[in-house]
Protein backbone atom coordinates (compact mmCIF):
# COMPACT_ATOMS: atom_id res chain seq x y z
CA UNK A 1 0.00 0.00 0.00
CA UNK A 2 1.20 3.45 -0.92
CA UNK A 3 1.12 6.02 2.16
CA UNK A 4 2.86 8.90 0.49
CA UNK A 5 -0.67 10.55 -0.17
CA UNK A 6 -1.51 9.99 3.73
CA UNK A 7 1.67 11.36 4.75
CA UNK A 8 1.15 14.76 2.56
CA UNK A 9 -2.13 15.13 3.81
CA UNK A 10 -1.15 14.93 7.53
CA UNK A 11 1.95 17.01 6.90
CA UNK A 12 -0.40 19.81 5.43
CA UNK A 13 -2.99 19.70 8.64
CA UNK A 14 0.39 19.64 11.14
CA UNK A 15 1.58 22.71 9.35
CA UNK A 16 -1.70 24.22 8.92
CA UNK A 17 -1.27 24.87 5.64
CA UNK A 18 -4.35 22.77 4.76
CA UNK A 19 -7.52 24.48 3.53
CA UNK A 20 -10.63 23.23 5.49
CA UNK A 21 -14.30 23.72 5.10
CA UNK A 22 -17.85 23.13 6.85
CA UNK A 23 -20.31 21.86 5.23
CA UNK A 24 -23.60 23.27 7.31
CA UNK A 25 -23.41 26.28 9.35
CA UNK A 26 -25.51 25.36 12.21
CA UNK A 27 -25.32 24.49 16.27
CA UNK A 28 -22.09 22.54 15.23
CA UNK A 29 -20.78 23.48 11.75
CA UNK A 30 -20.27 26.82 12.97
CA UNK A 31 -18.42 26.75 16.30
CA UNK A 32 -16.80 23.78 14.95
CA UNK A 33 -15.68 26.15 11.62
CA UNK A 34 -14.86 28.75 14.01
CA UNK A 35 -12.24 26.35 16.58
CA UNK A 36 -10.68 25.73 13.03
CA UNK A 37 -10.09 28.91 12.17
CA UNK A 38 -8.68 30.12 15.76
CA UNK A 39 -6.26 27.09 15.18
CA UNK A 40 -4.64 28.70 12.58
CA UNK A 41 -6.26 26.97 9.52
CA UNK A 42 -8.20 28.58 6.24
CA UNK A 43 -12.05 27.71 6.89
CA UNK A 44 -14.44 28.21 4.10
CA UNK A 45 -18.21 27.59 5.53
CA UNK A 46 -20.63 25.53 2.84
CA UNK A 47 -24.21 26.61 3.21
CA UNK A 48 -27.68 26.60 1.39
CA UNK A 49 -29.20 29.51 3.38
CA UNK A 50 -27.97 32.80 1.30
CA UNK A 51 -28.89 34.41 4.97
CA UNK A 52 -26.52 32.64 7.28
CA UNK A 53 -23.82 33.05 4.19
CA UNK A 54 -24.40 36.74 4.11
CA UNK A 55 -24.19 36.77 8.19
CA UNK A 56 -20.91 35.30 8.38
CA UNK A 57 -19.51 36.89 5.58
CA UNK A 58 -20.63 40.57 7.24
CA UNK A 59 -18.99 39.38 10.64
CA UNK A 60 -22.26 38.07 12.39
CA UNK A 61 -23.07 35.25 14.27
CA UNK A 62 -26.47 33.63 14.43
CA UNK A 63 -25.81 30.91 17.09
CA UNK A 64 -25.81 32.26 20.57
CA UNK A 65 -22.22 30.30 21.75
CA UNK A 66 -20.48 31.70 19.03
CA UNK A 67 -20.26 36.09 19.59
CA UNK A 68 -20.14 37.87 16.39
CA UNK A 69 -16.67 39.46 17.64
CA UNK A 70 -15.31 36.52 17.43
CA UNK A 71 -16.89 35.30 13.85
CA UNK A 72 -16.01 39.41 12.85
CA UNK A 73 -12.02 39.25 13.73
CA UNK A 74 -11.93 35.85 11.55
CA UNK A 75 -13.37 37.20 8.78
CA UNK A 76 -11.46 40.01 8.72
CA UNK A 77 -8.30 38.11 8.84
CA UNK A 78 -9.66 35.78 6.09
CA UNK A 79 -9.57 33.29 7.99
CA UNK A 80 -12.77 32.40 7.56
CA UNK A 81 -15.60 33.15 4.64
CA UNK A 82 -18.77 31.53 3.67
CA UNK A 83 -20.07 30.42 0.34
CA UNK A 84 -23.27 28.59 -1.18
CA UNK A 85 -20.93 27.24 -3.81
CA UNK A 86 -19.52 23.82 -3.39
CA UNK A 87 -16.97 24.20 -6.49
CA UNK A 88 -14.58 25.58 -3.93
CA UNK A 89 -13.94 21.90 -2.48
CA UNK A 90 -11.66 21.35 -5.69
CA UNK A 91 -9.26 23.29 -3.83
CA UNK A 92 -10.21 21.93 -0.27
CA UNK A 93 -7.97 19.46 1.86
CA UNK A 94 -10.51 18.31 4.79
CA UNK A 95 -14.02 18.91 4.91
CA UNK A 96 -16.25 18.23 7.64
CA UNK A 97 -20.57 17.83 6.83
CA UNK A 98 -22.61 19.08 9.64
CA UNK A 99 -26.15 19.07 8.47
CA UNK A 100 -29.21 17.93 10.13
CA UNK A 101 -30.57 14.15 10.78
CA UNK A 102 -34.24 14.75 12.16
CA UNK A 103 -36.88 12.15 11.72
CA UNK A 104 -39.59 12.36 9.69
CA UNK A 105 -43.33 12.34 11.10
CA UNK A 106 -43.10 8.73 10.58
CA UNK A 107 -40.87 8.48 12.91
CA UNK A 108 -38.18 7.00 10.64
CA UNK A 109 -34.88 8.68 9.82
CA UNK A 110 -34.33 11.45 7.34
CA UNK A 111 -31.03 11.20 5.73
CA UNK A 112 -31.34 13.43 2.78
CA UNK A 113 -29.10 16.21 4.19
CA UNK A 114 -26.13 13.71 3.93
CA UNK A 115 -27.51 11.93 1.42
CA UNK A 116 -27.71 15.80 -0.66
CA UNK A 117 -24.50 16.98 1.31
CA UNK A 118 -21.83 13.95 0.00
CA UNK A 119 -23.36 13.90 -3.31
CA UNK A 120 -22.47 18.33 -2.76
CA UNK A 121 -19.37 17.23 -2.20
CA UNK A 122 -18.79 14.22 -4.71
CA UNK A 123 -17.93 15.87 -7.72
CA UNK A 124 -15.08 17.86 -6.03
CA UNK A 125 -13.16 14.69 -4.49
CA UNK A 126 -9.97 14.08 -4.94
CA UNK A 127 -6.72 12.47 -4.21
CA UNK A 128 -5.86 13.49 -0.43
CA UNK A 129 -9.50 14.79 0.34
CA UNK A 130 -9.89 13.91 3.75
CA UNK A 131 -13.97 14.00 4.37
CA UNK A 132 -15.40 13.39 8.21
CA UNK A 133 -19.18 12.87 8.53
CA UNK A 134 -19.84 15.09 12.12
CA UNK A 135 -24.40 14.61 11.87
CA UNK A 136 -25.55 11.89 14.14
CA UNK A 137 -27.20 8.80 12.73
CA UNK A 138 -27.57 5.30 12.99
CA UNK A 139 -23.82 2.62 12.88
CA UNK A 140 -23.13 1.93 9.18
CA UNK A 141 -24.66 5.76 7.74
CA UNK A 142 -20.69 6.80 6.79
CA UNK A 143 -19.75 3.12 4.96
CA UNK A 144 -23.09 2.64 3.37
CA UNK A 145 -23.79 6.13 2.72
CA UNK A 146 -20.82 8.66 2.86
CA UNK A 147 -18.39 6.14 0.88
CA UNK A 148 -19.90 4.67 -2.49
CA UNK A 149 -20.44 8.44 -3.05
CA UNK A 150 -17.37 9.61 -2.89
CA UNK A 151 -15.40 6.82 -3.87
CA UNK A 152 -18.12 4.89 -6.93
CA UNK A 153 -17.08 6.95 -9.96
CA UNK A 154 -13.52 7.94 -9.67
CA UNK A 155 -11.82 4.50 -8.94
CA UNK A 156 -10.31 6.22 -5.67
CA UNK A 157 -9.80 3.83 -2.63
CA UNK A 158 -10.60 4.94 1.05
CA UNK A 159 -7.52 4.79 3.14
CA UNK A 160 -5.39 4.91 -0.17
CA UNK A 161 -6.25 7.87 -2.16
CA UNK A 162 -9.30 9.75 0.07
CA UNK A 163 -9.81 9.74 3.24
CA UNK A 164 -13.27 9.04 5.47
CA UNK A 165 -14.18 9.18 8.57
CA UNK A 166 -17.15 9.69 11.55
CA UNK A 167 -16.91 12.15 14.36
CA UNK A 168 -20.05 12.85 16.40
CA UNK A 169 -20.46 15.83 17.28
CA UNK A 170 -20.70 16.65 21.32
CA UNK A 171 -22.38 19.94 21.39
CA UNK A 172 -24.66 21.58 24.06
CA UNK A 173 -25.87 24.74 23.43
CA UNK A 174 -25.36 27.20 26.13
CA UNK A 175 -22.91 25.66 27.89
CA UNK A 176 -19.54 27.48 29.31
CA UNK A 177 -17.48 25.04 30.41
CA UNK A 178 -17.25 22.47 28.12
CA UNK A 179 -16.69 23.80 24.07
CA UNK A 180 -16.02 22.34 20.95
CA UNK A 181 -12.49 22.90 21.38
CA UNK A 182 -12.47 20.84 25.16
CA UNK A 183 -14.54 18.31 24.77
CA UNK A 184 -13.09 14.94 23.59
CA UNK A 185 -13.39 14.13 20.41
CA UNK A 186 -14.29 10.69 19.46
CA UNK A 187 -12.72 9.77 15.49
CA UNK A 188 -13.25 6.42 13.89
CA UNK A 189 -12.61 5.78 10.24
CA UNK A 190 -13.66 3.45 7.23
CA UNK A 191 -9.93 2.18 7.37
CA UNK A 192 -7.32 2.48 9.97
CA UNK A 193 -5.13 5.20 7.33
CA UNK A 194 -8.87 7.23 7.27
CA UNK A 195 -8.67 6.84 11.41
CA UNK A 196 -4.93 7.66 10.96
CA UNK A 197 -5.80 10.93 8.83
CA UNK A 198 -8.83 12.22 10.40
CA UNK A 199 -7.08 12.28 14.18
CA UNK A 200 -3.81 14.21 12.90
CA UNK A 201 -6.48 17.04 11.20
CA UNK A 202 -8.42 17.17 14.50
CA UNK A 203 -5.73 16.88 16.99
CA UNK A 204 -4.29 20.54 15.09
CA UNK A 205 -7.49 22.10 16.45
CA UNK A 206 -9.21 20.08 19.69
CA UNK A 207 -7.83 19.47 22.84
CA UNK A 208 -8.33 15.63 23.30
CA UNK A 209 -9.08 13.70 20.53
CA UNK A 210 -9.85 9.82 21.22
CA UNK A 211 -9.46 7.28 18.10
CA UNK A 212 -11.99 4.18 17.80
CA UNK A 213 -11.27 1.52 15.36
CA UNK A 214 -13.85 2.06 13.01
CA UNK A 215 -16.55 4.37 11.76
CA UNK A 216 -19.31 2.17 13.50
CA UNK A 217 -17.89 2.47 16.32
CA UNK A 218 -17.57 5.92 16.29
CA UNK A 219 -21.63 6.39 15.47
CA UNK A 220 -22.27 4.05 18.02
CA UNK A 221 -20.82 5.90 20.43
CA UNK A 222 -22.71 9.12 19.78
CA UNK A 223 -25.88 6.81 19.89
CA UNK A 224 -24.81 5.13 23.51
CA UNK A 225 -24.62 8.78 24.68
CA UNK A 226 -27.76 10.12 23.96
CA UNK A 227 -29.47 6.57 24.63
CA UNK A 228 -28.54 6.72 27.74
CA UNK A 229 -29.79 10.10 28.93
CA UNK A 230 -32.97 9.33 27.11
CA UNK A 231 -33.44 6.21 29.24
CA UNK A 232 -33.02 7.72 32.31
CA UNK A 233 -35.17 10.47 31.63
CA UNK A 234 -37.62 8.06 31.21
CA UNK A 235 -36.96 6.45 34.16
CA UNK A 236 -37.47 9.92 35.88
CA UNK A 237 -40.91 10.78 33.90
CA UNK A 238 -42.42 7.41 34.56
CA UNK A 239 -41.11 7.84 38.58
CA UNK A 240 -43.16 11.57 38.64
CA UNK A 241 -46.24 9.54 37.01
CA UNK A 242 -45.72 6.79 39.84
CA UNK A 243 -44.81 9.41 42.71
CA UNK A 244 -48.05 11.62 41.80
CA UNK A 245 -50.53 8.68 41.92
CA UNK A 246 -48.57 7.98 45.08
CA UNK A 247 -48.97 11.00 46.23
CA UNK A 248 -45.18 10.87 47.26
CA UNK A 249 -43.10 14.17 46.22
CA UNK A 250 -40.52 13.08 43.23
CA UNK A 251 -38.39 15.79 43.92
CA UNK A 252 -37.50 14.83 47.27
CA UNK A 253 -37.27 11.20 46.33
CA UNK A 254 -34.72 12.24 43.58
CA UNK A 255 -32.96 14.57 46.03
CA UNK A 256 -32.68 12.24 48.71
CA UNK A 257 -30.93 9.57 46.10
CA UNK A 258 -29.01 11.40 45.46
CA UNK A 259 -26.72 11.63 48.71
CA UNK A 260 -25.75 8.16 47.80
CA UNK A 261 -22.12 8.87 46.67
CA UNK A 262 -21.82 6.07 44.34
CA UNK A 263 -23.80 3.93 42.36
CA UNK A 264 -26.39 6.67 41.27
CA UNK A 265 -26.68 9.44 38.82
CA UNK A 266 -29.21 12.26 39.42
CA UNK A 267 -31.94 13.18 36.21
CA UNK A 268 -34.63 15.07 36.88
CA UNK A 269 -38.41 14.91 35.43
CA UNK A 270 -39.77 17.39 33.20
CA UNK A 271 -42.41 17.92 30.72
CA UNK A 272 -40.94 16.07 27.55
CA UNK A 273 -37.71 15.78 25.88
CA UNK A 274 -35.95 18.53 23.71
CA UNK A 275 -33.07 19.45 22.22
CA UNK A 276 -31.56 18.14 18.53
CA UNK A 277 -30.11 15.14 20.43
CA UNK A 278 -32.13 13.18 22.84
CA UNK A 279 -35.57 13.10 21.67
CA UNK A 280 -34.13 11.67 18.25
CA UNK A 281 -30.74 10.11 18.28
CA UNK A 282 -31.78 6.61 20.11
CA UNK A 283 -34.64 6.38 17.50
CA UNK A 284 -32.09 6.29 14.66
CA UNK A 285 -30.51 3.36 16.62
CA UNK A 286 -34.35 1.46 17.38
CA UNK A 287 -34.91 1.81 13.48
CA UNK A 288 -32.01 0.61 12.46
CA UNK A 289 -32.34 -2.67 14.50
CA UNK A 290 -35.89 -3.15 12.94
CA UNK A 291 -33.52 -4.67 9.63
CA UNK A 292 -32.17 -7.09 12.32
CA UNK A 293 -35.30 -8.07 13.15
CA UNK A 294 -34.86 -6.88 16.48
CA UNK A 295 -36.95 -5.00 19.24
CA UNK A 296 -35.06 -2.18 21.07
CA UNK A 297 -37.11 -2.58 23.81
CA UNK A 298 -35.88 -0.05 26.20
CA UNK A 299 -35.11 2.59 23.95
CA UNK A 300 -39.05 2.22 22.51
CA UNK A 301 -40.75 2.31 26.20
CA UNK A 302 -38.67 5.42 26.98
CA UNK A 303 -39.32 7.55 24.29
CA UNK A 304 -43.18 6.23 24.50
CA UNK A 305 -43.02 7.71 28.25
CA UNK A 306 -41.37 11.10 26.93
CA UNK A 307 -43.54 11.45 24.30
CA UNK A 308 -46.58 11.58 26.79
CA UNK A 309 -45.02 14.06 29.23
CA UNK A 310 -46.50 16.72 27.48
CA UNK A 311 -49.77 15.21 28.21
CA UNK A 312 -49.34 14.55 31.84
CA UNK A 313 -48.00 18.47 31.91
CA UNK A 314 -51.17 19.97 31.17
CA UNK A 315 -53.18 17.04 32.93
CA UNK A 316 -51.68 19.03 36.06
CA UNK A 317 -52.74 22.19 34.36
CA UNK A 318 -56.46 21.48 34.28
CA UNK A 319 -56.33 19.75 37.92
CA UNK A 320 -54.54 22.50 39.36
CA UNK A 321 -57.39 24.94 37.74
CA UNK A 322 -60.10 22.85 38.58
CA UNK A 323 -59.31 22.68 42.38
CA UNK A 324 -59.62 26.64 42.20
CA UNK A 325 -63.00 26.00 40.59
CA UNK A 326 -61.95 26.86 36.83
CA UNK A 327 -62.19 24.97 33.46
CA UNK A 328 -59.15 24.89 31.00
CA UNK A 329 -61.31 25.83 28.06
CA UNK A 330 -61.67 29.56 28.62
CA UNK A 331 -58.92 30.50 30.47
CA UNK A 332 -55.78 32.43 30.12
CA UNK A 333 -52.19 30.19 30.46
CA UNK A 334 -49.23 31.87 30.67
CA UNK A 335 -46.30 29.44 29.28
CA UNK A 336 -42.66 30.52 30.85
CA UNK A 337 -40.06 29.53 28.71
CA UNK A 338 -40.40 28.01 25.03
CA UNK A 339 -36.37 27.03 24.19
CA UNK A 340 -36.10 23.39 25.01
CA UNK A 341 -33.27 23.89 27.74
CA UNK A 342 -32.18 27.08 30.38
CA UNK A 343 -30.54 29.83 29.12
CA UNK A 344 -30.70 29.07 25.23
CA UNK A 345 -32.86 30.51 22.13
CA UNK A 346 -32.93 26.97 20.78
CA UNK A 347 -36.06 26.05 20.28
CA UNK A 348 -35.89 22.25 18.48
CA UNK A 349 -38.11 19.41 19.78
CA UNK A 350 -38.80 21.97 22.57
CA UNK A 351 -41.97 20.35 24.65
CA UNK A 352 -43.20 23.75 24.99
CA UNK A 353 -44.50 22.98 21.23
CA UNK A 354 -46.20 20.07 22.44
CA UNK A 355 -47.60 21.79 25.79
CA UNK A 356 -48.89 24.61 24.25
CA UNK A 357 -50.89 23.11 21.22
CA UNK A 358 -52.74 21.04 23.48
CA UNK A 359 -53.56 23.55 25.80
CA UNK A 360 -55.10 25.59 22.72
CA UNK A 361 -56.81 21.92 21.90
CA UNK A 362 -58.54 22.46 25.15
CA UNK A 363 -59.62 25.84 24.69
CA UNK A 364 -57.58 27.71 26.64
CA UNK A 365 -56.12 31.52 25.14
CA UNK A 366 -52.61 30.63 25.53
CA UNK A 367 -49.53 33.09 25.64
CA UNK A 368 -45.69 32.34 26.28
CA UNK A 369 -42.94 34.41 27.60
CA UNK A 370 -39.75 33.87 26.77
CA UNK A 371 -36.62 36.13 27.23
CA UNK A 372 -34.14 34.13 24.16
CA UNK A 373 -37.17 33.33 22.08
CA UNK A 374 -38.96 36.77 21.13
CA UNK A 375 -40.90 35.24 18.51
CA UNK A 376 -41.17 31.96 16.91
CA UNK A 377 -42.96 30.12 14.35
CA UNK A 378 -43.74 26.45 14.13
CA UNK A 379 -45.88 24.41 11.84
CA UNK A 380 -47.93 27.89 10.58
CA UNK A 381 -48.07 28.56 14.36
CA UNK A 382 -47.20 31.85 15.23
CA UNK A 383 -46.59 33.00 18.23
CA UNK A 384 -44.40 36.73 20.12
CA UNK A 385 -43.31 36.67 23.70
CA UNK A 386 -45.50 38.84 25.99
CA UNK A 387 -43.36 41.87 25.99
CA UNK A 388 -44.40 42.90 29.61
CA UNK A 389 -43.81 39.95 32.33
CA UNK A 390 -45.43 40.81 35.52
CA UNK A 391 -48.48 41.98 34.27
CA UNK A 392 -49.01 39.18 32.41
CA UNK A 393 -48.32 36.70 35.38
CA UNK A 394 -50.55 38.70 37.07
CA UNK A 395 -53.51 38.49 34.80
CA UNK A 396 -53.13 34.61 33.91
CA UNK A 397 -55.16 32.44 35.35
CA UNK A 398 -52.32 29.86 35.45
CA UNK A 399 -48.94 30.39 35.00
CA UNK A 400 -46.52 27.04 33.71
CA UNK A 401 -43.31 26.88 34.26
CA UNK A 402 -41.96 24.51 31.02
CA UNK A 403 -38.19 26.10 30.94
CA UNK A 404 -36.60 27.31 33.84
CA UNK A 405 -34.21 30.27 32.59
CA UNK A 406 -32.07 31.45 35.24
CA UNK A 407 -33.11 35.04 34.80
CA UNK A 408 -36.51 34.77 35.70
CA UNK A 409 -37.43 36.65 39.47
CA UNK A 410 -39.12 33.45 40.70
CA UNK A 411 -39.56 35.03 43.91
CA UNK A 412 -41.48 38.04 42.43
CA UNK A 413 -43.30 35.41 40.11
CA UNK A 414 -44.53 33.40 42.88
CA UNK A 415 -45.83 36.82 44.66
CA UNK A 416 -47.25 37.83 41.72
CA UNK A 417 -49.36 34.71 39.95
CA UNK A 418 -53.01 33.47 41.25
CA UNK A 419 -52.06 29.77 40.09
CA UNK A 420 -48.32 28.25 39.03
CA UNK A 421 -47.61 25.08 37.21
CA UNK A 422 -43.96 24.02 38.31
CA UNK A 423 -42.66 21.31 35.78
CA UNK A 424 -39.15 21.55 36.51
CA UNK A 425 -39.25 22.78 40.46
CA UNK A 426 -38.15 26.06 39.86
CA UNK A 427 -39.53 27.55 42.98
CA UNK A 428 -38.27 25.11 45.31
CA UNK A 429 -35.78 27.67 46.86
CA UNK A 430 -38.55 30.26 46.88
CA UNK A 431 -41.35 28.30 48.67
CA UNK A 432 -42.55 26.73 46.10
CA UNK A 433 -42.82 23.64 47.84
CA UNK A 434 -45.11 24.81 51.03
CA UNK A 435 -47.15 27.60 48.64
CA UNK A 436 -50.74 26.27 48.24
CA UNK A 437 -51.21 27.95 44.59
CA UNK A 438 -48.11 26.00 43.37
CA UNK A 439 -48.66 22.31 42.36
CA UNK A 440 -45.43 20.61 41.09
CA UNK A 441 -44.40 18.01 38.43
Known amino acids: MNNQIKLEVIKKFENKSALLAVVGLGYVGLPLAVVFAEAGFNVIGLEVDVRKVDAINKGVSYIQDVPSGQVEQLVKSGRLKATTDFSVLKDVDGVSICVPTPLRKTGDPDLSFIVSASEGVAPYAHAGMVVVLESSTYP ?36 VDWTTKNTPKVVGGVTENCSDVAAAWYGQALDTVVRVSTAEVAEMAKLLENTF ?120 ESPALDVIHLLQQKGATVHYHDPYVPRFDHDGRVMESVADLMPAVRSADVVVIITNHHNYDYASILEAASLIVDTRNALSKFGGKENPKVTRL
Open 140 to 175: GTTREMVLPRLTGSNGFKAGEDIFIAFSPERVDPGR
Open 229 to 348: RMINIGLVNELAIMCDRLGVDVWEVIDSAATKPFGFMKFTPGPGLGGHCIPIDPLYLSWKMKSFQYNARFIELASEINTNMPRFAVSKVQDALNEVGKSLKGSQVLVLGVAYKPDIDDMR
